[in-house]
Nanobody, 115 residues
C-alpha cells in the first residue's frame, strides 16, 4: 500500500503561481512513475504531467511551458510548480503513483484561479 498526501493548493489570481507538493509513504518500489492529474467541475479527470524515477518528464499540451513537475526520490516527494496560471486551470489536483502496475491516488488539493 502507498499513501499520498497533497498540499499547496489555494486561490490565486490569473497570471500567478502556485507550487503543489505530494508526500508519498508506504511500500514504494524503485522505478515508479509519479503523476499529477486534475479534475474540473463537470469534467473527467485529466492527465497533467508525469515524471519517471530517472527524471524524464512529460506534460499535457495545455500546461507545457507553464508547469514543471519534479521529484525528490530521497524524500519520496513530488512537486508541481505552476506559473502563469489561467482560470481554466481551476480544478482539484491529484497526485498519483504507478508502483509496479498498481496506481494509488491522493485525496486532492483545490486550485482556484480567479480572473
Amino acid at each position: 500500500q502507498v499513501q499520498l498526501v497533497e498540499s499547496g493548493g489555494g486561490l490565486v489570481q490569473e497570471g500567478g503561481s502556485l507550487r503543489l507538493s505530494c508526500a508519498a509513504s508506504g511500500s514504494i518500489f524503485s522505478g515508479n512513475v509519479m503523476e499529477w492529474h486534475r479534475q474540473a467541475p463537470g469534467n473527467q479527470r485529466e492527465f497533467v504531467a508525469y515524471i519517471l524515477s530517472g527524471g524524464t518528464t512529460t506534460y499535457a499540451a495545455s500546461v507545457k511551458g507553464r508547469f514543471t513537475i519534479s521529484r525528490d526520490n530521497a524524500k519520496n516527494m513530488i512537486y508541481l510548480q505552476m506559473n502563469n496560471l489561467k482560470p481554466e486551470d481551476t480544478a482539484v489536483y491529484y497526485c498519483a503513483i504507478n508502483n509496479r502496475g498498481s496506481r494509488y491516488w491522493g485525496q486532492g488539493t483545490q486550485v482556484t484561479v480567479s480572473s
